[in-house]
């Protein structure tokens, strides 16, 4: 099976025991705490990695480290991963687990990059468009990239809608390319 029909599977798993407990949202944060963590920590995912190792040892420091910090559900889910030996897929399976609920609650993730700054009111204005025509709530991460020179990219499932000074410039060189 392959590692992100896995970490599906996983992240499917842990979703039906966050609704169980009504804690779908909970997961997700605590999910991404430790995925964030394992991922600024080299170290932490080195230790992870390593065979050395024993589960009930990653189990102990896992614990200390988030027990605290992250719901029981969520918990429990760390648990049954390192228990499985599955510990280098916990970003995937919290990566897995966010677009799962996210098409759950009916919600796009959408980032929007643009060559300068936009203001609230713009982005606002762009998210509305966005939710109306998609029918579906709409989380936009918004970046600015000035390599751009002007306009904006949209992504959102995969897909991109280049409407950059950039992009129209290269599409033009292509086409010039092609034609003689």
């Known amino acids: 099976m392959r590692m992100d029909a896995l970490a599906r599977r996983y992240a499917g798993a842990l979703l039906q025991a966050a609704v169980d407990a009504g804690a779908e949202r909970e997961?997700?944060?605590?999910l991404g705490l430790v995925a964030r963590t394992i991922a600024d920590r080299p170290e932490l995912g080195a230790f992870l990695r390593s065979?050395?190792?024993g589960p009930a040892l990653k189990l102990?420091?896992?614990?200390?480290?988030?027990?605290?910090?992250?719901c029981a559900t969520a918990m429990s889910g760390v648990r049954l991963i390192l228990a499985r030996g599955r510990e280098r897929m916990i970003q995937d399976i919290a990566r897995a687990y966010g677009e799962l609920l996210d098409r759950?609650?009916?919600?796009?993730?959408v980032?929007?990059?643009?060559?300068?700054p936009l203001g609230p009111d713009c982005i606002g204005r762009v998210r509305a468009l966005l939710a109306e025509r998609l029918d579906m709530e709409v989380a936009m991460d918004v970046a600015t990239s000035p390599g751009l020179i002007g306009g904006c990219v949209i992504s959102m499932g995969g897909r991109a809608l280049d409407n950059s000074l950039r992009g129209r410039l290269l599409d033009i060189r292509d086409r010039m390319?092609?034609?003689?």
Do not use: I
């Open 27 to 30: 997961v997700r944060e605590g």
């Open 51 to 53: 065979p050395c190792h």
């Open 60 to 70: 102990a420091v896992m614990s200390d480290l988030f027990g605290a910090r992250v």
């Open 104 to 109: 759950r609650e009916n919600r796009v993730r």
């Open 111 to 116: 980032s929007l990059v643009s060559a300068r």
């Open 177 to 180: 390319m092609k034609s003689g």
